[in-house]
């Protein structure tokens, strides 16, 4: 048994009955959820894995309920997903009400004005001032198989250019858009064709003093010579690379790849599917680049828990696919929708975004600390709440997977749930729920600076 000297905070929005605390009445994982893991053994496919499996009961704000009644702060929002916190009021009355009213009709078959109340709102807050549509669908990789469709048949051409370390899901054609084998890709093949990877900006891995028009030069080259630029129809990019490790591009890097596009009629295509909804600091990430991607995926932060995506763009550019070119049966759910509205409502009035770029300095005070005592930090970086470090054997920069697996774990047996990431396996990324309060944040770094002492002091 242990227990966390945890200082309650205030209760963040969404707490509801929760108490905004860590508190550990069992080992983690307890009893029951250990008992859950033999059912699971034989009841779910084992290629199904679990970063920590604490069963959840419940949940609301920045925290976690276990079966065996443990709290766990989560500094992972499941992957980047609540923002607004779990359980956010507003999202949980808009679901409660839509789903007594119907739950689907099919938008394809009779619409609903949720569906179109949702994409207006994504149509004024994506970046660029013009003429926008959105259409929906379900998950990140259904955006961004929709989005490369839409830019092929606009352009009529057939290639895709995507960079190393990206990461666009796992469907045949986006695994084929994703950088890392394992485990995304191994043994899955074959892949879909016309897809070419050229390198991003890495500042921490790329030669010193490269700057962003440099990287971008050295992207474009390979476009230009491997490719052919009238034979591409997109550039598909994430403005900060997100499972690939948290890599913030130099900047002027996307301006200078997004003006490439332009001049050469290439759809230039954001993948802000782990970057939007404010979690680094602006509604999306090209917002601080200054960048008007042409279109834009999103899903994850979206709706507050509930599966939605969407693609978003010039209305020249969306309008331009036949009636019945794009759909599904379940995407833009009516309840999906109602979540979004809600989930949107809580950023506004909350001001989420400022509240990310607040997060990120405190995260960034204390990482920026801890590398200054370790060299076993090779980097910290990030923007907002989308903050990352990234661990490799002292005095060199090799990635070194195995300390960071063992940082995590700690933390995870300490009851504060962090997620690595990253093409070599060696990066800690935090993806605060928004809504967390200051004590709770202090609390769950904390337990990370302790297991980041313990490896590597
Ligand atoms: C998570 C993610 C995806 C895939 O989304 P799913 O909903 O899991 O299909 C695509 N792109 C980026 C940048 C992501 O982070």
Not at 42 to 52: D, E, F, I, Q
Not at 142 to 161: L, P
Not at 406 to 431: D, E, K, S
Request: proline share 6%.
């Amino acid at each position: 048994m242990t227990s966390a000297d945890a200082t309650p905070g205030p209760a963040a929005a969404g707490s509801g009955s929760i108490v905004q605390e860590r508190r550990l009445v069992t080992d983690i994982p307890g009893p029951r959820s250990l008992e859950m893991e033999r059912r699971r053994a034989h009841a779910v496919a084992s290629g199904v894995s679990s970063t920590l499996p604490a069963y959840v009961e419940r949940a609301s704000g920045a925290v976690l309920v276990d079966v065996d009644g443990n709290s766990l702060i989560d500094l992972g929002s499941g992957i980047g997903v609540v923002g607004v916190g779990h359980a956010a009021p507003a999202v949980v009355d808009a679901v409660r009400d839509q789903v007594a009213r119907f739950t689907h009709s099919c938008f394809m078959v009779t619409p609903y004005e949720s569906y179109l109340a949702v994409c207006e709102a994504l149509n004024a807050l994506t970046p660029g001032d013009g003429d926008k549509r959105t259409m929906l669908c379900n998950s990140g990789a259904e955006a961004v198989e929709n989005a490369v469709k839409i830019a092929r048949h606009v352009t009529g051409r057939q290639a895709v250019v995507v960079f190393d370390h990206a990461y666009h899901g796992r469907t045949n054609l986006t695994m084929a858009l994703t950088a890392r084998n394992m485990p995304y890709r191994d043994g899955f093949g074959p892949f879909a064709p016309e897809v070419y990877r050229v390198p991003p900006s890495y500042p921490y891995r790329d030669p010193d003093g490269m700057t962003g028009e440099e990287a971008a030069r050295r992207a474009v080259d390979l476009i230009e010579r491997q490719v052919g630029p009238d034979r591409v129809a997109c550039v598909l990019i994430e403005p900060i690379l997100g499972e690939g490790g948290f890599i913030v591009p130099a900047p002027g890097f996307l301006r200078a790849v997004a003006g490439w596009c332009r001049d050469r009629g290439v759809v230039f295509a954001a993948d802000e599917i782990q970057t939007g909804f404010c979690r680094t600091g602006s509604w999306f990430a090209c917002d601080e680049e200054g960048v008007v991607p042409d279109l834009v995926t999103t899903a994850k932060a979206v709706a507050g828990g509930l599966p939605l995506a969407a693609v978003t763009g010039r209305a020249e550019l969306m309008d331009g696919v036949h009636a019945g070119g794009l759909g599904g049966t379940f995407g833009g759910s009516p309840v999906a929708c109602a979540a979004a509205l809600g989930a949107i409502d809580t950023m506004r009035s909350l001001d989420l975004a400022g509240r990310a770029a607040h997060l990120g300095s405190v995260i960034a005070g204390e990482l920026r600390t801890w590398q200054a005592a370790y060299p076993g930090i090779g980097d910290v970086r990030g923007r907002g709440a989308m903050m990352a470090l990234e661990v490799v054997l002292p005095g060199t920069s090799e990635p070194d997977p195995g300390t960071a697996r063992r940082i995590a774990a700690h933390c995870h047996r300490q009851g504060v749930v962090v997620l690595t990431c990253g093409t070599f396996g060696n990066v800690i990324r935090l993806l605060p729920p928004l809504v967390i309060d200051d004590a709770l944040l202090a609390d769950g770094l904390g337990v990370l600076g302790t297991a980041v002492g313990e490896e590597l002091g």
